[in-house]
């Protein structure tokens, strides 16, 4: 890679540069509770609907390849960052955005149709699943609001802040990544 390649910009928006910081992490927050509270509606709010098409039974691979893949693009963000490639750096985060948008997308669509999943494991691997979903859950809703701030703070050129909240949001959001495949690779197991 030349070194004007590495030297490129990372994606701005300059509108964004004009937004109150306070004020767009309060829409941020607004946001993802709202999103949690669809999903919380959207899996726990019906059973399953009579005659669904059979597509829909592919969903779950699909959600856990789409988890795979933003657990690959957030590695080789990272990866990019560390190198000072920042151009290739907000490639790969934006392409983990979008898997992660597409998953989001998927699984509301699996779940408005399908319902709750049962886990039909016994013995150890029962508590070990549970933790596993419960910890996935719960830092899933933490980890929604900081993906959102560090987009912002990135995207409006506020790189001090952005550095600040990524380092959270990294480990966090690749954490998500990674068990939502793990999740469903024990649902499959144990069906």
């Not at 779940?111 to 419960?134: A, E, M």
């Amino acid at each position: 890679m030349s070194q004007g390649a590495q030297a490129a910009a990372p994606v701005q928006i300059s509108a964004l540069k004009d937004v109150a910081p306070k004020r767009a992490v309060a829409v941020i927050l607004a946001a993802s509770v709202g999103a949690f509270l669809l999903l919380v509606a959207v899996i726990y709010g019906h059973g399953r609907a009579e005659g669904a098409p059979g597509w829909v039974s592919a969903l779950p691979a699909v959600n856990a390849t789409l988890n795979a893949t933003s657990a690959v693009f957030l590695v080789l963000g990272f990866s990019a960052v560390r190198k000072k490639n920042l151009a290739l750096h907000s490639r790969h985060m934006l392409a983990a955005l979008a898997s992660s948008a597409l998953f989001l997308v998927s699984y509301l669509v699996y779940h408005s149709v399908h319902g709750d999943t049962k886990f039909t494991g016994v013995g150890l691997v029962r508590p070990v699943y549970f933790f596993i979903l419960v910890s996935h859950i719960v830092l899933s809703a933490v980890t929604l609001p900081l993906v959102f701030s560090s987009f912002f703070f990135s995207l409006a050129g506020r790189f001090p802040q952005h550095k600040k909240v990524a380092k959270y949001t990294f480990p966090l959001w690749l954490y998500v990544s990674v068990t939502g495949v793990l999740v469903f690779v024990m649902l499959r197991a144990y069906a």
